[in-house]
């Protein structure tokens, strides 16, 4: 299996051949060829989270709708689709519609692949797959909604705290006063909302497909205990790490990448070359296909007087193999 720094090599390579991008070319070869293992439709989707955590538009947005568009456009919908997630998250409602295109797209033939990361929104479009295919390196995380920084529930709970304590002690009214004051009017109500849609959603999407052909209590019983871990995160950190061991414990259905190695070898050298790409590239994100149709989202850099220097200003977007060059 190609690793790390034999990617690295081979990009290395391609380098000094003009006018053609080695980020693209060595992603698209393994994309292709892990199409060719499977006979799956294959849609990367990579956010530069791990490496560029501060960049607006690293998260699930309504806007990636459109790269899935573009690189669904002429595929074979009969053959299904692999979807290599790797995503902090993002907004739910874009992450419910997005959910809902590909089912109109594939129905139920979709499986998920995890090389590493995919939290929150991630998690949830994982879990509308008919499967999920994690190596021991991979994680899904808690789907709990976030405002910001602030987690819904965690927010929610804070309050009733609150209000326990001042009926037991009003003398403690002054203590939570500071606290209490910064939540905005109807904050709550929008938290109440965020928390009763993202558990209804997950618990709708697992009957949907992954759990679609077992009896109704069975279902009820699996989406609870896929609940009790993924939906409720009281005493549990939003970036919680879940990895296989315990989706397999909780009733998901899910496959060990190892398994086959074949498989295992190309996902994984397929993550290293978007790892690459989005270290080395101006690119923050990237939606592509086995065909090489990608919608990638890039820094664009302004340089100011003074000091020489580059800031961030917004994000480019090129689509139809599109070249990748350094900043």
């Known amino acids: ?46 956010s530069g989270f791990l490496s560029k955590s501060r960049i607006e538009g690293i998260e699930i947005t309504d806007e990636d709708k459109n790269g899935f568009m573009l690189c669904i456009h ?33 129905g139920k033939n979709m499986r998920a692949i995890i090389p590493q990361i995919a939290m929150s929104a991630g998690t949830m479009i994982a879990c509308s797959c008919s499967k999920i295919i994690m190596g021991k390196q991979s994680s899904l995380g808690p789907v709990d909604p976030q405002f910001g920084v602030i987690a819904a529930e965690n927010l929610l709970e804070e309050v009733k705290k609150a209000r326990a304590d001042i009926e037991r002690n009003p003398n403690l009214a002054a203590f939570w006063q500071p606290i209490l004051s910064k939540i905005t009017p109807s904050f709550l109500e929008r938290c109440e909302w965020a928390v009763r849609d993202s558990n209804e959603f997950i618990a709708e999407t ?114 139809d193999q599109p070249p990748i060059t350094k900043p």
């Open 206 to 319: 697992l009957r949907q497909n992954m759990f679609s052909e077992l009896g109704r209590d069975e279902q009820d019983a699996k989406v609870n205990s896929v609940a009790g871990i993924f939906a409720n995160n009281e005493g549990r950190a939003h970036n919680t790490h879940i990895q296989y061991q315990q989706c397999l414990d909780v009733g998901l259905h899910v496959t060990k990448l190892e398994d086959d190695q074949k498989l295992q070898d190309l996902v994984l050298t397929i993550h290293h070359c978007y790892m690459h790409s989005l270290i080395n590239t101006a690119a923050f994100k990237l939606i592509e296909n086995h065909l090489g149709r990608a919608l990638v989202r890039q820094q664009v850099m302004q340089f100011v007087q003074g000091p020489m220097q580059m800031l961030p200003n917004g994000a480019g977007h090129f689509l």
């Open 74 to 106: 002429e595929l074979d919908r009969e053959k299904g689709l692999d979807l290599i997630l790797h995503t902090p998250g993002g907004d739910s409602q874009a992450t419910v519609s997005l959910v809902e295109y590909l089912r109109s797209m594939f």
């Open 1 to 46: 299996m190609p690793n790390w720094d034999s990617v690295l090599k081979e990009i290395a390579q391609i380098q000094a051949i003009p006018n053609e991008s080695p980020f693209d070319k060595v992603r698209r070869k393994y994309l292709k060829r892990l199409f060719g293992h499977t006979g799956r439709n294959v849609i990367a989707y990579y």
